[in-house]
Nanobody, 121 residues
């Protein structure tokens, strides 16, 4: 059982920055992919960024150059540094953890409860 807790959301003006954190606890595989997804009202969750235990990263095109995903050395906390925020980044952001076997990512994984990010003047 894995438990994920997000923090760091809030209200920020356009052009501002926020850093989201996700603390994972429980039975965590040594090979995994942690990531951030976001959900707009009435829409499905979309990938924002992922990071592997090997530090391989992937970003949605819409956030490349503005967002940075990272993790701590212990590997149980993942961060999303969001710079140059735009109103269209407003969404609920969810942390996700999935096991991987080689290059194969297994299942839907575990999800946090979500944290609201609002970009508005």
């Amino acid at each position: 059982q894995v438990h994920l807790v997000e923090s760091g959301g809030g209200l920020v003006q356009p052009g501002g920055s926020l850093r989201l954190s996700c603390l994972a606890s429980g039975s965590i595989s040594s090979t995994y992919v942690m990531g951030w997804y976001r959900q707009f009202p009435g829409k499905q969750r979309d990938l924002v960024a992922t990071i592997w235990d090997t530090d391989r990263t992937k970003y949605a095109d819409s956030v490349k150059g503005r967002f940075t995903i990272s993790r701590d050395n212990a590997g149980n906390t993942v961060y999303l540094q969001m710079n140059s925020l735009k109103p269209e980044d407003t969404a609920v952001y969810y942390c996700n953890l999935r096991r991987r076997l080689g290059s194969i990512i297994i299942g839907d994984g575990d999800w946090g409860q979500g944290t609201q990010v609002t970009v508005s003047s």
